[in-house]
């Protein structure tokens, strides 16, 4: 089966997760090509449709799968292949973006949503799945603390918390996450920027926990990846956290009390210990979300 992959690479990159699952595709027989955007904005993706076309000539895809909603939109700008999309969160959360994504809601053959907090806002009448984006386990797995700390040149006796973006990112609320280190001495906030995957998992298994204070988020990747590195988490109710963290122990669901949230990361210093958080997300592995994706496929060429 052959399948293009349609999605931003306005950053200068896609992003690893789409990669990822991509990569699953073509290790489970599916042909994968890509159309990227580079162009942001509506007009800056209606005016990628000539190049979409071109692609769609030459590599003769039997599906195009299209990830967030202005992807899935400017492949709907043809009507000659069948659409799969699916929205990652802030192509739902956003009102403005909203409007557009409910235009390819309409127009795609089927749509997958990362959390059902999205479903529930986007209301989908019919041809819709609640499908997470998956972890590579492969990747992401426990280690040796001490040894990353280590390698990611950390000293054993420091108290490390990984934040969940870099600090630009105002969607993330970096803010918050800083005045809560505020409120305890001697712990040190790490920067997640510019890093490889592997570099990611060095870090998850080196710090103490991770944090996340989002304002919005659809189902995070992060907290996923930290979950199956066995990480201790502390996060605001965000996006499908509370679901995915579910009970287990040494992981925190908080409100955006800076006090309640410090009051998580003491607890973690305290206990530290690692958590048994890959247990409880096994049903994310790529392979597994591949199989369910595959079988979308089938069906709508059927």
């Not at 000659?80 to 127009?107: A, E, Q």
């Not at 479903?119 to 799945?129: H, V």
């Not at 992401?140 to 000293?155: A, D, Q, T």
């Not at 934040?163 to 105002?170: M, P, Y």
Request: proline share 4%; glycine share 6%.
């Amino acid at each position: 089966m052959k399948v293009l992959i349609v999605c931003s690479k306005n950053s200068g990159k896609i992003v690893p997760f789409i990669l990822e699952q991509t990569n699953c595709l073509a290790q489970n027989g599916c042909k994968i090509d890509f159309y990227s955007v580079t162009r942001k904005g509506f007009l800056g993706y209606l005016s990628c449709r000539r190049g979409l076309l071109q692609k769609i000539n030459d590599f003769q895809p039997d599906i195009i799968h299209a990830h967030y909603g202005l992807s899935g939109l400017l492949a709907n700008l043809q009507r000659h292949v069948p659409v799969v999309t699916t929205y990652h969160g802030s192509d739902i959360n956003k009102p403005k973006v909203l409007w557009f994504s409910k235009w390819t809601i309409r127009l795609s053959r089927f749509n997958i949503f990362v959390s059902q907090k999205n479903i529930n806002t986007a209301k989908p009448k019919e041809d819709f799945a609640l499908i997470p984006c998956g972890v590579n386990f492969d990747v992401f797995k426990p280690l040796n603390k001490i040894e990353c700390r280590w390698k990611m040149g950390f000293s054993e006796d420091e108290k490390l918390v990984l934040f969940s973006s870099n600090f630009d990112n105002q969607v993330k609320n970096p803010q918050l996450a800083k005045e809560v280190i505020k409120l305890l001495p001697g712990v040190k906030l790490l920067e997640l920027k510019d890093y490889t995957r592997e570099q990611v998992c060095l870090l998850m298994n080196a710090v103490d926990a991770v944090l996340m204070t989002s304002h919005t988020e659809g189902s995070p990747q992060f907290i996923k990846e930290a979950m199956a590195c066995n990480c201790p988490i502390v996060s605001v109710d965000v996006g499908d956290v509370k679901e995915v963290v579910g009970d287990t122990k040494g992981c925190f669901v908080c409100s955006r009390s800076e006090k309640d949230i410090a009051d998580a990361l003491k607890h973690i210093f305290d206990i530290n210990k690692r958590t048994l958080g890959r247990d409880k997300i096994l049903k994310f592995d790529n392979q597994l979300v591949v199989k369910k994706l595959i079988d979308i496929y089938k069906n709508i060429k059927k």
